[in-house]
């Protein structure tokens, strides 16, 4: 089982990401999966999950509106469009599925 990110960058505040997880070593399709993001010195939170078949998410009240989190079931990929982000979003995201962690992708928001 294989989990891995991309797409991380440094953007100004207010600009745009999507990052990316690209699955392996599993049945993608019938598991939910979920976004991750640890701040330095902070604890891990979660910040989107969807559902098998994407027909269910949910959000972490601090993304609500700004972020959202889709998935290709024929391409065993998950995404988060990340919109208007912001300093706090800094953090490094993971992707999470099936009891096992991607290596992370630093997201940086900074003037």
């Known amino acids: 089982v294989q989990l891995v990110e991309s797409g991380g960058d440094s953007v100004q505040p207010g600009g745009s990401l999507r ?25 891990r939170e979660l ?13 972490a009240d601090s993304v609500k509106g700004r972020f959202t989190i889709s998935r290709d079931n024929a391409k065993n990929m998950v995404y988060l469009q990340m919109n208007s982000l912001k300093p706090e979003d800094t953090a490094v995201y993971y992707c999470f599925g099936v009891r096992v962690w991607g ?4 997201v940086t928001v900074s003037s």
Do not use: H
């Open 19 to 43: 990052l990316s997880c690209a699955a392996s070593g599993f049945t993608f399709r019938i598991f939910g999966m979920s976004w991750y993001r640890q701040a330095p010195g902070k604890e």
């Open 47 to 59: 910040v989107a999950a969807i559902s098998s078949d994407g027909g269910s998410t949910n959000y």
């Open 103 to 106: 290596q992370g992708t630093q």
